[in-house]
Antibody
């Protein structure tokens, strides 16, 4: 059974870079063509897709965040990461890492989520 | 404002059939699969329907999905109290370089 676990600081200062890691267990991150992504959810609001990286290293990003987001893959550690630059209070949210089975979605595995607060 | 449009709320009584709509455009629902997720309070979303109308193993047959043109629907029959949750539709959008879009979510209340 594949499991995903987010890790990283729960508090980030405004204008700094938010960095999170998702550790994958129960299967190799490079074993098959999957898509490893990040989704966030501000308190009381809906889901926002941030971006994803394929097993082959191809990336897609949310156009509204593209200039600030980078997602990378580390197959040696079986993990992938999110970097979000120049954060503001509006980036405060629960961040989920997830695995898509299809090119178009099918997010069958989710991490439990990690709350990141942007505040000085 | 979400790319996919859902009603913010829906409700029904136990045993009833409820439908939740999801409206998009030709670049997303009109040309790609639709997925549905259920999010119980305080938990991560869970895949409910994939590829328009397929149910993952373990999802009861009470849940069904359909798609027509640029719209999709989630139907829940035999409504139960444990179905009270937020429901999100999602699809790939082919515009720009391609990206995933979610609906704004529908909060389902079981009266």
């Amino acid at each position: 059974q594949v499991q995903l676990q987010e890790s990283g600081p729960g508090l980030v200062k405004p204008s700094q870079t938010l960095s999170l890691t998702c550790t994958v267990s129960g299967g190799s991150i490079s074993r098959a063509t999957y898509y490893w992504g990040w989704i966030r959810q501000p308190a009381g609001k809906g889901l926002e897709w941030l971006g994803r990286i394929s097993t082959l290293g191809d990336t897609n990003y949310n156009p509204s965040l593209k200039s600030r987001v980078t997602i990378s893959l580390d197959t040696s550690k079986n993990e992938f990461s999110l970097e979000l630059k120049s954060v503001t209070a509006t980036d405060t949210a629960v961040y989920y890492c997830a695995r898509d089975r299809d090119y178009g979605g099918n997010t069958e595995y989710w991490g439990q989520g990690i709350l990141v607060t942007v505040s000085s | 404002q979400s790319v996919l449009t859902q009603p913010p709320s829906a409700s029904g009584t136990p045993g009833q059939r409820v439908t939740i709509s999801c409206s998009g455009s030709t670049s997303n629902i009109g040309s790609n699969y639709v997925y549905w997720y259920q999010q119980l309070p305080g938990t991560a979303p869970k895949l409910l329907i994939y590829r328009n109308n397929q149910r993952p193993s373990g999802v009861p047959a009470r849940f069904s999905g359909s798609k027509s043109g640029t719209s999709a629907s989630l139907a829940i029959s035999g409504l139960r109290s444990e179905d009270e949750a937020d429901y999100y539709c999602a699809a790939w959008d082919d515009s720009l370089s391609g990206f995933h879009v979610f609906g704004g979510g529908t909060q389902l209340t079981v009266l």
